[in-house]
């Protein structure tokens, strides 16, 4: 996977490879990119994941430059939930995950 340094560790706590990670765009650069782009050179990238708090719009271009899933993380837990927080924001995020490696 590329992945927003945001999400690496729970990525890599998933069990997924982490081949490269990414700022959000607005603060990313060209250089940065093209060493994601180029770490992801023959490595059958299935997902890149955004962090929502940074924006979706530099992973969705990855991951569709690389036809990958963009794949859409959160950061902080759903206001309201029935049960513990936290875990309503892991199994959302591995919920996004499955649903991403289905299509």
């Known amino acids: 996977v590329l992945t ?5 560790k729970f990525a890599e706590w998933l069990g997924l490879d982490v081949v ?17 782009l ?7 990238v299935r997902f890149v994941i955004a962090n929502q708090q940074e924006g979706t719009g530099l992973a969705r271009a990855l991951a569709e ?3 990958a899933q963009a794949v859409v993380f959160n950061n902080f837990p ?6 513990p927080a936290f ?17």
Not at 4 to 8: E, F, G, L, P, R
Not at 87 to 103: I, K, P
């Open 78 to 83: 759903p206001q309201v939930t029935e049960g």
């Open 38 to 44: 180029q770490q992801a050179a023959g490595r059958q």
């Open 65 to 67: 430059r690389l036809s």
């Open 20 to 36: 490269a990670t990414f700022v959000g765009s607005d603060a990313e650069t060209v250089g940065h990119i093209d060493h994601c």
């Open 87 to 103: 875990d309503a924001l892991l199994r959302s995020n591995v919920e996004r995950l499955l649903e991403a490696g289905v299509r």
């Open 4 to 8: 927003s340094h945001h999400q690496a």
